[in-house]
């Protein structure tokens, strides 16, 4: 079994369009969330919401998972069928199925409507870091330590393309909104961009170090990504040139990221690398370690840090923008009000 390490699951931030007053260091508590729920254990790692925003899933550190009904927080399902840490989880886009990845490189593809694996993905060796579905819902992506990232058929399982070897574990992997790219990002220094029609590469985009997560704005036109560099570099998906780069803070990587529904804001999770005072607690060692922070990506400034959990594992808003759920190492999954938490921020 193994234990959670810092690395990602590749985790949708949905950060809802709003402005924020800068905020330094660690920021205050937000006011009480709408709900907590119980995950499947400790660590919960991975987040998704259903596009329709009525179902909410999660992926623990011992390979559960669990559904919830979003409005009333009642239980729909546990789901068993890993044994590992599962990494990352995404629904369809029609809500019926919900694939899954884990540290033993198992990828399940599920059957909603009977909470049962429909089917099992084989072909990666290894962990399995990244999922994603195709906007239409025809393809799914994958893509893991063995360096490889793959396209599947979504209905048959069956493996349609070998997109890519790269030099080093691939962590992310994201489609565009139309549907036509893929990005994928390796811990070597590479994001590569592929057309998804012609299985062929259309750029690689090279950091100084390491890259482990991505994000399209949603006009499409820009890839945002994080590296083990600590900054978060914005690039024009058209010309595979380099534009703005935010330096998160030094001695530290990006977990994950994510743009606003307007593509005006960007949300990260850094994990610091810093040796903090040796009269530190726990709770603050946590809190420096995992950091929520929310970008102006114009100016590229800081507009707000939110604490949700001691340790904040994942964070997600529901389609509509109004909801934000997180998880953390304390097992739980909390439901807060995005517009109670903005205004607690200012």
């Not at 690395?7 to 009480?32: G, H, I, M, R, Y």
């Not at 962990?127 to 393809?139: E, L, T």
């Not at 890519?164 to 962590?171: C, F, I």
């Not at 565009?176 to 961009?193: E, F, H």
Request: with cysteine.
């Amino acid at each position: 079994m193994a234990r959670l390490i810092l690395d990602s699951c590749a985790v949708l931030l949905l950060v809802a369009a709003a402005l924020f007053e800068p905020t330094k260091l660690l920021a205050a508590q937000p006011p009480k969330p709408k709900m907590t729920l119980k995950g499947p254990g400790m660590s919960v790692i991975c987040l998704a919401f259903s596009q329709d925003g009525k179902t909410l899933a999660c992926g623990d550190e011992w390979g559960r998972m669990k559904l919830w009904d979003s409005v009333s927080g009642d239980e729909r399902a546990n789901l068993k069928g890993h044994d590992d840490l599962v990494w990352s989880i995404v629904f369809s886009p029609d809500g019926k199925s919900l694939a899954s990845t884990d540290d033993r490189g198992a990828v399940l593809l599920w059957d909603l409507s009977r909470t049962a694996v429909r089917a099992k993905l084989k072909g990666h060796s290894g962990p399995v870091f990244s999922i994603a579905y195709s906007p239409d819902g025809k393809s799914v992506a994958t893509a893991g330590a063995d360096k490889t990232v793959k396209l599947w058929d979504a209905e048959s399982g069956k493996e349609k393309a070998h997109l890519a070897t790269h030099k080093g574990a691939v962590r992310s992997i994201a489609f565009s909104p139309d549907g036509t790219a893929l990005a994928s990002a390796d811990v070597a220094n590479t994001v590569k961009l592929w057309d998804i029609a012609g299985g062929k590469e259309r750029a690689s985009l090279i950091h100084p170090r390491g890259v482990r997560s991505l994000a399209f704005s949603p006009n499409g036109k820009t890839l945002a990504s994080g590296s083990y560099d600590g900054t978060i570099r914005f690039w024009d998906v058209a010309t595979g040139k380099e534009g703005k780069t935010i330096q998160v803070e030094p001695d530290c990587y990006l977990w994950s990221l994510g743009y606003s529904t307007d593509g005006k804001m960007v949300a990260s999770i850094s994990v610091s690398e810093r040796k903090l005072d040796k009269k530190a607690t726990a709770a603050t060692l946590d809190l420096a370690k995992f950091r929520v922070k929310l970008w102006d990506v114009t100016g590229g400034t800081e507009r707000a840090e939110l604490i949700l959990h001691e340790t904040t594992y994942a964070i997600v808003y529901s389609p509509d923008g109004k909801t934000l759920a997180s998880a953390g190492r304390d097992g739980t999954v909390k439901l807060w009000d995005a517009a109670t938490i903005i205004r607690s921020e200012k």
